[in-house]
């Protein structure tokens, strides 16, 4: 293939054929907040797209790898097999795996660009909110207390983390849903959680 083979279509349809079903219905979300949410931020949209469907490679079956983080395993994988396909500027390759690479919030190194900071805060809010707590019973076990243990943990990693003021809000109107969410979880379960 030459260097400009690959579209963002090819990239949604290897996200589909290497991924699982929720990846690119997550994306898809992703997308979505990042609009909201990068306010006067300017950012690379075709990096963006290419990076919201990709950032999550690293944690698929067919690349994951044992005691490798999912977002540094999903930053080699473009970098080895997809980088020279895509028809982008130099900057832009260095952009986009920037962006793959620090996704994730348990990664605390700062971020360079605005792509990145924007993937990451529309990514710590996919852990909150109502979607958040859909996403961790969805992820498994069959065990209430496991996950619920889980949501409290991922909340409290990710609060206060948030530095786009849009973003900040969001978390905040999703932090108040996650927790009547949780309260009647916890009510409904006669606090045995």
Same mark, same amino acid.
């Given at each position: ?8 279509? @090819?990239?949604?349809? /290897? ?5 699982? @079903? ?12 990042? *609009?909201?949410? &990068?306010? @006067?931020?300017?950012?690379?949209? *075709? +990096? ?35 980088? &020279?396909? /895509? ?7 260095? +952009?986009? #795996?920037?962006?793959?690479? #620090? ?9 360079? &660009?605005?792509?990145? /900071?924007? /993937? ?7 852990? #909150? !909110? ?9 992820? !498994? ?9 889980? +949501? ?5 990693? +990710? ?21 009547? !969410?949780?309260?009647? #979880?916890?009510?409904? &379960?006669? !606090?045995?959680?």
């Amino acid at each position: 293939m030459d260097a400009t083979e690959l579209t963002l279509d @090819d990239i949604i349809q /290897l996200t589909l054929e290497v991924g699982e @079903d929720w990846a690119v219905a997550h994306a898809e979300r992703l997308l979505r907040l990042v *609009e909201q949410i &990068s306010g @006067d931020l300017p950012y690379d949209v *075709e +990096i963006m797209e290419l990076a919201a469907y990709m950032h999550d490679w690293g944690a698929f079956p067919a690349y994951i790898q044992k005691d490798v983080e999912h977002a540094v395993r999903s930053r080699q994988v473009v970098e080895a097999e997809i980088l &020279s396909q /895509l028809d982008l500027a130099p900057k832009q390759k260095e +952009i986009l #795996l920037e962006t793959i690479e #620090l996704h994730d919030y348990r990664d605390m190194r700062p971020t360079a &660009s605005n792509e990145a /900071l924007l /993937l990451r805060e529309a990514d710590m809010l996919e852990f #909150l !909110g109502m979607i958040g707590i859909a996403r961790e019973f969805a992820r !498994g076990p069959k065990d209430l207390e496991t996950t619920y243990k889980r +949501i409290l943990a991922r909340r409290r990693d +990710i609060q206060g983390r948030f530095t786009v003021p849009a973003a900040q809000e969001i978390a905040r109107l999703r932090l108040e849903r996650m927790e009547t !969410g949780l309260q009647w #979880l916890n009510e409904e &379960s006669f !606090g045995i959680l």
